[in-house]
């Protein structure tokens, strides 16, 4: 087979089938662990099933640099370019990686995450009194999806909530696939110089979060105040896309699966609330277009040799739909244990910040159904815009009402 | 029952806690892993064993 063959990737999802993964990468999981898809022109490995993605993810032989020849690039933009985007240590190797994504762990600690379990109640609590309070319909993205994740990095990282619509605006040409490399070089820009405005305002005047908390990496000599913008723009820019996607997209699987709609809505039991999370997060997998490696050294792998310059792609989300790791993958089923999903990604570059959106989302779930039990749609779900088009999946806006 | 960590290994996702918070815990400055019980008892294998599983960085081992 030329590469001109070779199936491009990504792949599109079936019209009218918003939740699952695109058909054709369901056939290739089908036939085959390994296969050869072409990425902007250029061949990659696709590892198709679960296991393997679990065992190759975790292999350091396989490198997260974009630098690295070989690195499929996500955008068709040439790794060097793409370093403009090089968004901290998301994008770097150990002992690089885990000494900069070291310096922040200590705010998404379990028992850190935990204690901001009741600011982040009140957030929800807060946001759906507006909810109730205002007009319908509404859409839920802009008015609490949103929101919610926003509200809460702004606190974590002590950035002023007040700048949201800046940050969000330019965010989103960061995570778009369909912009050009200069628009997402100016929004990359624009964050980076922000966030270097703020460590250097808090270099000044540290208060008592987590960009104050980098400042002292940089008087002590162990960061540079570059580095610590660049992780600030990570942050920032994780911490809210992806949770508030989960939040709208995953209350759209609920309203079209009213029984599982119904588990939530009617429980108070933390356990079930967990289990939920878990389900959806595994069903819905919204980082759609795959984790993305590049060979250091050969590795030989189910009959074949994965050379030093090759690129490998990883789509969790067909992983987490693999019938060999969860019996009857498609079918969305809040009781199941789902806990060992893929959706954070594994090896040493899973989401760093799991634990905050686990908690974000088990109090959104646990509490927007309950408290409003008759909400549904506002729309026909052919008119609700997807982000097909992003490297997070999700929906633009999803109008509703109760 | 056994269980060993490599804190060196370990990237602070949190996911041995979240497993079994009676064996694991994470260091206050960074996150890291922090075994709090070197022999725990058998009625918690189950939850080591996914511990084991679901860590990231395999950092984990636990001999039954
Ligand atoms: S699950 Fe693994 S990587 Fe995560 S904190 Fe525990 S030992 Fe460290």
Redesign the pocket.
Known sequence: MTIDEAPAYPMARAAGCPFDPPPRLRELQAESPLVKVRVFGRPAWLVTRYADQRALLADARLSSDVTSPGYPSPTGAPPKSDGGVGIGFILMDDPEHARLRRMVTAPFMVKRVEAMRPAVQRIVDDLIDDLLAGPKPVDLMEAFALPVPSLVICRLLGVPYTDHDFFQQNSKQLIRLDVSPEQRATAHGNLAGYLDNLVGAKLADPGDDLLSGLTERIKAGELSRQDAAGMGVLLLLAGHETTANMIALGTLALLEHPEQFAVLRDTTDPAVVKGAVEELLRYLNITHNGRRRAVLADIEFEGQVLRAGDGVIFPNDIGNRDPAAFPDPDRLDLGRDARRHVAFGFGVHQCLGQPLARMELQVVYGTLYRRIPTLRRAAELAEIPFKHDGSVYGVHALPVTW | MKVI?DQD?????????LAAAEV?D?RDED???VLLDENPPAELARDLHH?EA????L??VVED
Request: proline residues 5%; positive net charge; contains cysteine.
């Open positions: 960590v290994r370990c990237v602070a996702s949190g996911q041995c806690v694991f994470q996150g890291v892993v511990a679901v860590c990231p960085a950092a984990i």
